[in-house]
């Protein structure tokens, strides 16, 4: 879990309750249990298969690795707007989410602060809204779960989120959410204007900007101007070839000579943060004001946690 730096592992979790050592250890506890109870150290031996059901989650839950910035933190794409989410049961994309952070912690970070000669520990979030509408409600549960796990099992993780291509639900939403987060997370974001291009490129090289940061009227797309070479979203994508194969590698190594196991890893659930839940019905609330404002019909399908 520390990847051989506990000091700096037992600073985020101080980090993430405000240095207060009685909740960073109760939070500490709870993320070790987790990790016990849900068999997470050997998670990244349970690939998604097969392959055509691991490329339909990738297509619909667009996470992806374009580069590293000039201080050496990887940047990670994230195709909010544009995830649909709708191609398998939460269960696998909730696990290919958890998969990506181990993968992130276990290969990533340690190979970034190799090539950089010094220690990393967290990365830089490009947040794609091009696409946002109201059927996001739809993903609300989900992407709180994804949120929830991440707050409590992986704190401290990312540097700054930069939110890019925002149209004017997000700008909605954002207003309204604003307040309600602590300052500590406030000062990690940064609203930037249309694509971002220009404010990323201070911080990292044109090659690792996201293939929907490249051009001022690019957003999100499932193909760059090379095809899959440049969008991370896609499971053809170097980053996503090397992590699949990972994955499919460390699972022979577990269970040799046997056939790789199919289904979802069913991970429990965390109860949500009361601020979590808040800022979730916060944009719930925002998302269906918009709506009764457009005379839209608000009433939308919940998502089906249970089964395959």
């Known amino acids: 879990m520390h990847q051989g730096y506990p000091t700096e592992t037992l600073v985020r979790f101080l980090k993430a309750r405000d240095w207060n050592v009685q909740k960073a250890h109760q939070m500490l506890i ?6 016990i109870e849900n068999e997470i150290d050997n998670i990244l031996a349970k690939p998604i298969v097969p392959t055509d059901l691991y490329r339909a989650v990738r297509d619909s839950q667009l996470v992806g690795l374009s580069g590293y910035s000039k201080e050496g933190l990887p940047v990670i794409a994230i195709g909010v707007g544009l995830s649909t989410y709708d191609k398998a049961s939460v269960n696998y994309y909730v696990q290919s989410h958890i998969q990506m952070n181990e993968y992130r912690d276990r290969v ?3 190979t970034a602060t190799e090539k950089s000669g010094r220690h990393i520990s967290t990365c830089l979030k490009v947040l794609d809204m091009s696409g946002l509408k109201l059927s996001a409600l739809n993903q609300i549960k989900l992407l ?110 577990i269970e040799t000579g046997l056939p ?49």
């Open 144 to 253: 709180t779960t994804i949120a929830t796990i991440d707050d409590l099992n992986y704190p401290e993780k990312t540097q700054t989120y930069y939110i890019v291509n925002v149209p004017y639900i997000f700008s909605a939403c954002w207003k309204a959410v604003r307040p309600l987060l602590q300052e500590r997370t406030k000062r990690k974001i940064q609203v930037l204007q249309g694509c971002g291009r220009d404010e990323l490129l201070k911080v990292m090289d044109y090659s690792s900007l996201p293939h929907f940061c490249r051009k001022e009227d690019s957003g999100s797309s499932h193909r760059g101007s090379n095809g899959t070479l440049d969008n991370c979203f896609s499971l053809d994508h170097t980053f996503h070839q090397q992590l699949y194969n990972y994955i499919k590698q460390q699972a022979r190594l």
């Open 260 to 308: 790789i196991k199919q289904g979802s890893v069913h991970v429990d659930f965390p109860e949500r943060d009361p601020d979590d839940a808040k800022i979730a019905e916060t944009i719930e609330c925002e998302l269906h004001r918009i709506a009764d404002q457009n005379g839209l019909c608000s009433s939308l399908n919940g998502l089906k946690v249970n089964g395959d």
């Open 30 to 35: 709870g993320c070790l249990e987790w990790r």
């Open 108 to 110: 990533v970070l340690p």
